[in-house]
């Protein structure tokens, strides 16, 4: 079945560090991926997307890029903000009624000033 | 702004005393989405309205009930709440998800966290 798997955390990091949030996935056919952000006490909202292969998602300075041949959708930042500390989610769409979103666990992240 | 909105974003009840929490959205999407989520845990889907085809997730308890009266809104009845319901309740909408890849994203309003007592 399908499947979402991203690395455990809680991660913590320096502010202007370098960020990598692992995610790979398992699903028939073509999913969409995304990456989805919580605040504390938030819902979820929609950080960066991409529905096929080679396409890479950004949003607020985050890219993740679709890679099929290994079936990943890392997370990536270049410099991270203390303003960045949330829940992170790797996730996965097919395009079909019946399934549902499928969410990995999600990665507490933690920036130190 | 287009938006998905819950209310109340608190609620606290008793246990077993019933409790209704509300959706809107002004997207015009057809799918809306119920979900609860527990701390440090991704949310997990109780069920689904495909217009008005109403679609419940198989290990939903039957303690937990929906109505959506129209495209607008959406209701998350729970009849007897335990205190094992103590959690953040999401609703979220999309597109027909059927319709290709840009209409496939769930937008989800900012919760409603229910406490039992």
């Known amino acids: 079945g399908n499947s979402v798997t991203q690395m455990e955390g809680p991660v913590t990091l320096s502010e202007e560090a370098f960020l990598t949030i692992n995610c790979t996935y398992t699903a028939t056919g073509y999913p969409s991926l995304f990456w989805y952000v919580q605040y504390p006490g938030e819902g979820l909202q929609l950080l960066l997307k991409a529905t096929k292969a080679d396409d890479k998602g950004s949003n607020k300075g985050f890219e993740a890029t679709y890679r099929k041949e290994t079936t990943s959708f890392h997370l990536e930042k270049g410099s991270v903000q203390v303003s960045d500390s949330a829940v992170y989610f790797c996730?996965?769409?097919?395009?079909?009624?019946?399934?549902?979103?499928?969410f990995g666990k999600g990665t507490r992240l933690h920036i130190l000033p | 702004d287009a938006m998905v909105i819950q209310n109340p974003r608190y609620q606290v009840t008793q246990f077993g005393k019933p409790v209704t929490l509300s959706c809107s959205q002004t997207l015009n999407h057809n799918v809306m989405y119920w979900y609860q989520q527990k701390s440090s845990q991704a949310p997990k889907l109780l069920f689904h309205?495909?217009?008005?085809?109403?679609?419940n997730e198989a290990d939903t308890p039957d303690n937990f009930q929906s109505r959506r009266p129209n495209t607008s809104f959406c209701f998350l009845d729970i009849r007897s709440p335990g205190l094992g319901d103590a959690a953040m309740y999401l609703c979220a909408t999309s597109r027909d998800p059927t319709q290709g890849a840009s209409t496939d994203t769930q937008y989800f309003g900012p919760g409603t966290r229910l406490t039992v007592l």
């Open positions: 996730a996965l769409s097919r395009l079909n009624r019946d399934d549902k979103i499928i």
């Open positions: 309205y495909y217009d008005k085809d109403f679609n």
